[in-house]
């Protein structure tokens, strides 16, 4: 369960209760998956619940709402204020938060007229993905850059998430990995992909992927690390003789690939650099430092 008796939201401009809050089944949202979205963590540090780039998620979730034409008035600071007192209204330190934008009531096929803010929060318990992860390679591709607003975080985009999941699922793995229109690699249903090879990781350059602010983290500790990246095109078959691989995003963090499409990886996990950069994101979250 998200939310108990108790749980208190963000919704329509009140904190209200979880279980009170109802939105219209007319809601353009509803019916159309026209709504934006964010996925955020908290983490308790010193007795205290801190947002992990919490400016990068709601910068996002403006530029979402943006791109959809939606109106949204709040701006990034606003929203992180609201955020931390839902935090404190429920007493949870490590949390995930999801924020919501909803569209009224409007079965037509236009901008949305009113737009309806919800900030869930829920306590956080275990990791979303399996560690080591089996993947395969999915048959549905990732929603083409010419036909959405890729890099915006909107619901009706999840659709395809969920069609590629559950086939890997059905299929015996754990998680799957589209590719583009191209045939080359763009991401997991709800994560970014990095392999490494000879001592170099490689993701997939933007443009048809959400680019991730766990992925642009992953930059940054290679910066720090002085581990070398590589953002570039590439198949899948590029992966199959890697050293190792590893899904990114603000729920799974830094998950270990198991194998792709049934071929395992070269290196022993503790020997790569993916394991390094593992380490140094949950020091990193804590404000930790790693050395
Ligand atoms: N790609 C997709 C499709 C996602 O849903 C997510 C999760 N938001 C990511 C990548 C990773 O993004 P982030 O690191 O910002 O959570």
Redesign the pocket.
């Known amino acids: 369960m998200y939310y108990n008796n108790d749980t208190i939201i963000f919704f329509d401009n009140n904190f209200v209760k979880a279980k009170d809050a109802t939105i219209d089944l007319y809601s353009q949202s509803l019916h159309y998956g026209y709504s934006v979205f964010e996925?955020i963590r908290s983490y308790e540090i010193n007795g205290k619940s801190k947002i992990f780039k919490a400016l990068e998620h709601y910068k996002r979730l403006c530029y979402s709402a943006n791109k959809m034409h939606m109106p949204f008035d709040y701006t990034p600071e606003q929203l992180i204020d609201l955020t931390y007192e839902v935090l404190l209204k429920n007493n949870f330190t490590n949390a995930y938060i999801r924020p919501i934008a909803l569209c009224s009531p409007n079965m037509s096929l236009s901008k949305g007229i009113k737009s309806y803010l919800a900030i869930e929060a829920w306590e956080w318990t275990n990791g979303y993905l399996a560690n080591k992860m089996k993947v395969v390679t999915s048959s549905y591709e990732r929603p083409n850059p010419k036909g959405f607003h890729i890099e915006a975080?909107v619901s009706g985009h999840y659709v395809n998430?969920i069609l590629a999941c559950q086939e890997a699922k059905d299929k015996g793995f754990d998680e799957a990995l589209l590719l583009d229109a191209n045939g080359f690699v763009a991401?997991?249903?709800?994560?970014?992909v990095f392999y490494e090879k000879d001592g170099v990781l490689y993701t997939p350059s933007r443009g048809n992927?959400?680019p991730?602010?766990?992925?642009q983290t992953v930059f940054e500790i290679c910066d720090e690390l002085n581990i070398t990246y590589q953002e570039k095109n590439f198949k899948v078959e590029e992966m199959y003789g890697a050293d190792a691989a590893f899904y990114?995003?603000?729920?799974a963090e830094v998950v270990e690939l198991d194998s792709i499409d049934n071929h395992p990886f070269s290196l022993s996990w503790n020997d790569t650099y993916s394991s390094k950069i593992q380490q140094a994101y949950s020091h990193k979250v804590l404000e930790k430092p790693f050395i």
């Open positions: 996925g975080k998430s991401e997991g249903p709800g994560a970014n992927i959400l991730g602010i766990t992925r990114c995003g603000t729920a």
